[in-house]
């Protein structure tokens, strides 16, 4: 539905994707992939991944889509990964 709407939509506006625990960043690549070109350069891709073995693959895929990438993880607690 949320790809449908957008190719529907009249005109691009901010689009802000946040992909939480992003782990390779496949679903990020997949969407933006899947986004039309017109919103693709409205699209403000921000992915967020705590294990370092990602870093390197997500810190490419953001940059590939103009996003940013986040080592950091979503919790309710401060707190570290051991």
């Not at 496949?26 to 991944?49: D, I, K, Y």
């Not at 103009?66 to 993880?73: L, W, Y």
Request: no cysteine.
């Amino acid at each position: 539905a949320f790809l449908s709407d957008l190719n529907h939509a009249a005109a691009p506006s901010d689009i802000v994707v946040w992909d939480v625990g992003a782990n390779d960043g496949g679903w990020s690549n997949r969407l933006m992939q899947l986004l039309p070109e017109r919103h693709r350069n409205a699209t403000r891709l921000s992915v967020f991944e705590p294990q370092p073995r990602f870093a390197d693959e997500l810190t490419s895929l953001a940059a590939r889509w103009s996003g940013t990438f986040h080592a950091v993880a979503a919790a309710t607690a401060d707190g570290s990964l051991n």
